[in-house]
């Protein structure tokens, strides 16, 4: 069992717990705030199992009908998991409008929360886990799955806020009323998720500061030997890193010079980028289209 896979499954067995948790405080208390804090857990597990179905798949190898590998597949995941958020959100909303039209008091309240608080420090610190974790790796499943749990972490503490001082002031309207201020940061976070996905799923290139160690790596690869790099392209699917480029050599160079030069640069992306997948096409002088005057190599992204 792969790394991915062991977190994607802690992840299930740690959603379970919290939402077995989480119920119980609501049965306890009884209180809508901690109910709609329950129902959240129900998408986390859910996403829980989409992260682990993804993560399974995206770790199999390239075949006839997915030649480029299946890491976009955790994308698909992640749109789901943003969506689920969205649909946590949702309902957090129908509980807290339930909760302002017919308040109730809320019965057993330190029980109630010393429950949710034990909840909460288990998913702050599995979402630490997960967010790093799928950094780390380069799963953006993982990640979303860990700021999905942030978002429920952050849920959670709203809850809390507004059952004490519903207990406090006696005014038992500020438990719906916090928890539907609460749902909208949490709609703000799942479009962010949706965002960064689609990103991954329209294949958005590079930003600079992933891309600049790139640059530097074919530099260093193809000193004393190349003239220019030109439509340079890189994106990331998934955990994979892709990158292609027209390299330009003089036209007298033997090819098996021409060769050691791509695997010195090949080498040198993947030194400093994790599963980089390069592809590069070696041309004469005659194609440069960059300054021949222009000191060191001249390299030129496309676009």
């Not at 062991?6 to 919290?18: N, Q, T, Y």
């Not at 299946?70 to 992640?78: D, L, M, N, R």
Request: glycine share 10%.
């Amino acid at each position: 069992m792969t790394g991915p896979i062991k977190i994607a499954v802690g992840s299930l067995v740690v959603g379970a717990a919290v939402l077995g948790i989480k119920y119980l405080a609501y049965a306890v208390t009884g209180s809508i705030a901690l109910y709609s804090d329950a129902l959240e857990s129900f998408v986390n597990v859910a996403t829980a199992i989409a992260a682990l179905f993804a993560v399974r798949l995206s770790v199999q190898p390239a075949d006839r009908n997915h030649p480029y590998g299946h890491h976009k597949i955790e994308y698909f995941s992640a749109v789901f998991a943003g969506t689920l958020i969205l649909v946590a959100a949702g309902m957090i909303l129908l509980e807290a409008w339930e909760g302002i039209r017919n308040p109730r008091a809320i019965e057993a309240p330190v029980p109630g929360l010393l429950l949710s608080g034990l909840a909460s420090v288990i998913n702050a610190w599995w979402c630490s886990v997960l967010i790093r974790k799928g950094r780390a790796l380069r799963s953006p499943a993982l990640v979303a799955d860990g700021k999905h749990l942030l978002t429920d972490v952050v849920t959670s503490i709203g809850v809390t806020l507004g059952i004490v001082l519903a207990v406090v002031s006696g005014w038992l309207i500020l438990d719906p009323l916090i928890a539907g201020f609460v749902a909208l940061n949490i709609i703000w976070s799942g479009w962010q998720v949706i965002r960064e996905s689609f990103g991954g799923l329209m294949d958005e290139g590079l930003p600079e500061k992933t891309l600049t160690p790139i640059l530097e790596a074919i530099e260093r690869g193809a000193a004393g030997g190349a003239i220019e790099v030109h439509d340079l392209r890189a994106r990331i699917s998934g955990p994979a890193t892709f990158v292609d480029f027209h390299m330009v050599v003089p036209g007298t160079m033997p090819v098996s010079e021409a060769h050691e030069i791509c695997d010195r640069i090949e080498h040198a992306i993947k030194e400093t980028t994790a599963d980089a997948l390069v592809t590069i096409h070696v041309e004469p002088e005659e194609k440069a289209k960059l300054d021949p005057d222009a000191p060191g190599l001249a390299i030129a992204t496309k676009g």
